[in-house]
């Protein structure tokens, strides 16, 4: 069997330090400071999505670019200060790892990100990591999935997509695999059934055997 994750809110709680950037780049450009739920409510879809929704200027603004690139510099920097993974999730990831499967990564946050965060809190309970990148088009769109699932040598039968939001929720319908939808992430179990989430965990340890 085959697990493939999202990692904002699904793996891990990167809320605090991706709070923290957006209010870092926001100051240098004169704007007021979000909350974290202003910040929870925006994540999801890469950060470009993030800077233009936080801001209200739109994804494709010269203003969002900038703060953009001021938000990229930051949180290259402080990735990890206050992130960690969410209780249970460690022993999720050996669990599944001594039943003999194999586990995947799927994020919209930068590949280069995904990559020194799962080295750095799954060392080598993951098999393959993605993130977004110019060449891999940003969840929904499946293509990071897929590719995940080619390169881990499984059909869409020996798949299982956990994730917690909207978007993992579209992302598993197109690529043609289950999804689990986790409630302890940054949607509410009651958002995620609004937009078709038909399957729920509420424990990291409910994945296996699901």
């Not at 697990?3 to 904002?8: A, K, P, T, V």
């Not at 603004?61 to 290259?76: N, S």
């Amino acid at each position: 069997m085959v697990y493939i994750f999202d990692l904002d809110g699904t793996l891990l709680d990167t809320l605090s330090d991706l709070t923290a950037a957006v209010n870092h780049a926001l100051a240098l450009h004169g704007l007021s400071a979000k909350t974290k739920d202003d910040v929870r409510r925006c994540l999801g879809n890469g950060y470009a999505r993030l800077i233009g929704d936080v801001t209200g200027y739109g994804e494709t603004d010269e203003r969002t670019r900038a703060i953009l690139a001021d938000f990229q510099t930051y949180y290259e920097q402080h990735l990890a200060d206050l992130t960690a993974p969410y209780d249970g999730i460690v022993p999720l990831l050996q669990t599944l790892r001594q039943h003999g499967a194999k586990i995947g990564i799927v994020s919209n946050k930068g590949n280069e990100a995904v990559q020194q965060l799962s080295a750095r809190f799954f060392g080598g309970l993951i098999d393959v990591a993605v993130g977004e990148s110019q060449m891999v088009r940003r969840k929904p769109n499946p293509d990071a999935l897929l590719e995940v699932m080619r390169t881990l040598g499984c059909t869409p039968t020996d798949a299982l997509y956990i994730g917690d939001s909207e978007v993992d929720i579209e992302t598993a319908r197109r690529a043609g695999i289950p999804c689990l939808s986790c409630t302890w992430g940054f949607r509410t179990e009651a958002f995620l059934r609004q937009h078709g989430a038909q399957h729920f965990v509420h424990r990291p340890e409910e994945v296996v055997g699901a």
